[in-house]
């Protein structure tokens, strides 16, 4: 008997606690951190295994670089980051997306991947744009820059292009088998993907890159089988090219892009990377080359 009059009054507090906490949990979200609330939203690509996979793939080392503000907790520090586009850039972004969609318009693919623009802010990724998920991140700096030509009617080319190399990374990792079959055949010195971990000493010095969708494939140049990287050391970024059975042997890419048939333009650490800057400026020079194009149109 007294066990019961100990243990009835403890029962009914707890089942208060859960009606009070499922009557009041949206008033509580709003005092959640901006992750947390930010994650709620459908489509957000933070809850994407896409996210989760390239956090994982991201080295230590990293993180600094990646995301100036981390502290303590690497994901919730580099997400609180991401936002959505703030009111005053919004018609900037319609339009922008609107034209790409114009020069894209012959290309039912890009139509089924719809925009999904978001934000990063405080330096996230050295301010450079790129996708996770079904989303393009775009940095504020980047919109503050556009905005003030933008309010005087001017469209700036550059980021078109940068809208449409970015919604190509989208359609790639939504489609990544089917581009690795264009690749195999059209990028002859590709070898195969790299299917053991990336040894330590080159993946502290990594700038893993999201649009690779965590692959990185061997290339076969120069007679040797080497591991195509985008390298990260005294604050900027470069592709390098490295021996897979003699790390200390290098090759810096940019100096065999003409070689293979590639501009200035066009970054070679990765294929996903080459296919969307070619395809990217030749949508705006419109001229795209044949074997590219009915790719696309058969997607």
């Known amino acids: 008997m007294y066990y019961f009059l100990v243990i009835t009054p403890i029962i009914l507090i707890i089942m208060s606690l859960i009606v009070y906490l499922v009557i009041s949990y949206n008033d509580m979200y709003n005092f959640l951190p901006k992750i947390e609330l930010f994650s709620k939203y459908n489509g957000s690509p933070l809850s994407s295994d896409h996210f989760k996979n390239y956090m994982e793939a991201i080295h230590k080392d990293i993180y600094p670089i990646k995301c100036p503000s981390y502290k303590t907790n690497f994901i ?6 991401i936002i959505k586009v703030p009111d005053k850039y919004k018609a900037l972004v319609d339009a922008y997306t609107n034209a790409a969609d114009n020069l894209t318009a012959e290309f039912k693919i890009f139509k089924k991947n719809p925009w999904n623009i978001l934000v990063s802010i405080n330096n996230l990724e050295m301010n450079m744009p790129y996708t996770l998920g079904n989303s393009v991140i775009i940095p504020l700096k980047a919109l503050k820059e556009l905005n003030t030509t933008f309010r005087h009617g001017h469209i700036n080319n550059g980021f078109l292009n940068t809208l449409i190399h970015e919604k190509i990374h989208v359609i790639q990792r939504n489609n990544q088998v089917i581009f690795d079959k264009f ?85 070679i650490y990765h294929p996903n990377e080459i296919f969307a800057c070619k395809v990217a400026h030749h949508i705006m020079d419109n001229n795209l080359p044949i074997n590219y194009k009915e790719f696309l149109v058969n997607l």
């Open 76 to 81: 919730l520090d580099y997400s609180k980051n």
């Open 183 to 267: 690749y195999i055949t059209n990028y002859k010195f590709l070898d195969k993907k790299l299917t053991e971990p990336l040894p330590e000493n080159l993946h502290k010095m990594t700038m893993t890159n999201p649009d690779s969708n965590n692959s990185i494939w061997i290339y076969k140049l120069e007679n040797k089988r080497i591991i195509p990287l985008l390298t990260y050391s005294n604050n900027s970024v470069t592709e390098i090219g490295y021996n897979i059975e003699n790390h200390n042997d290098i090759t810096y890419l940019r100096n065999i892009k003409s070689a293979l048939g590639f501009n200035r333009h066009t970054s």
